[in-house]
């Protein structure tokens, strides 16, 4: 059984369109991750949501909306995509705040035409 | 703000041989300090974490790493490499107390025959 597992694994769509990436954990953590990983593997946190409740905001053009229905899950809807949009992004989870382990899921690779 | 650096961006090594993978990071609070491992197509995976204590961490899978206060280092060593560790590895901090992990550039542990 999957402990994080997003939906869909592999999206690709053309400019300006909308779409959306699922995420569920099934580990009991009280927090969730979206990561971006772009071409050079590197991996720059977006959002994170503790208990529901937004609290890391990074500096993401507001055409990204996360939205968490429960702590189980965390989606990620992206307005008008940019070619700059593609890259793999990763959903994680974790338990309490400082030194706990990331745990992520296999990451969702959005290509943008 | 914290941030991670890996010096390497590649490392080519011959498979049995000794390896280290360098990581500095800089932090204005105390800080937790992690590998992860990302093999193809997969997620991070957790490899070994440094939280307090023994500055000496070992993983399961021989690598160990040494939290190096004075440095601000947390260097990642193997005596002995197999192919199966063909892989990215990536350097993280997160600050006590908080929820944001940052991840370093990674590092492509690159294991000949």
């Known amino acids: 059984d999957t402990a994080v597992s997003q939906t869909p694994k592999y999206l690709v769509t053309q400019m300006g369109n909308d779409k959306s990436i699922k995420c569920e954990q099934n580990l009991g953590h009280d927090t969730m991750y979206w990561y971006k990983q772009d071409s050079k593997k590197f991996l720059k946190i977006m959002f994170s949501y503790n208990n529901k409740e937004l609290i890391i905001n990074e500096t993401v053009p507001n055409r990204f909306s996360p939205k968490s229905p429960d702590k189980a899950h965390l989606n990620l809807h992206i307005n008008s995509l940019e070619l700059g949009d593609s890259a793999v992004y990763f959903c994680?989870?974790?338990?309490?705040?400082?030194?706990?382990?990331?745990?992520f899921g296999e990451g969702s690779r959005l290509t943008v035409l | 703000a914290q941030s991670v650096t890996q010096l390497d961006s590649q490392v080519p090594v011959f498979e049995e041989a000794p390896v280290e993978l360098r990581c500095n990071y800089s932090s204005s609070v105390s800080v937790y300090l992690f590998w992860y491992v990302q093999y193809p197509n997969q997620g991070l995976q957790l490899l070994l974490k440094?939280?307090?204590?023994?500055?000496l961490v070992e993983s399961i899978n021989g690598f160990e790493a040494e939290f190096n206060k004075s440095q601000t280092s947390f260097h990642l060593r193997k005596p002995s490499v197999h192919i199966s560790d063909t892989a990215e590895y990536f350097c993280?901090?997160?600050?006590?107390?908080?929820?944001?992990?940052?991840f370093g550039a990674g590092t492509r542990l690159f294991v000949k025959a």
């Open positions: 994680a989870s974790s338990q309490g705040q400082g030194g706990r382990e990331l745990f």
């Open positions: 440094y939280l307090s204590g023994s500055t």
């Open positions: 993280a901090v997160s600050d006590v107390g908080g929820f944001k992990t940052i």
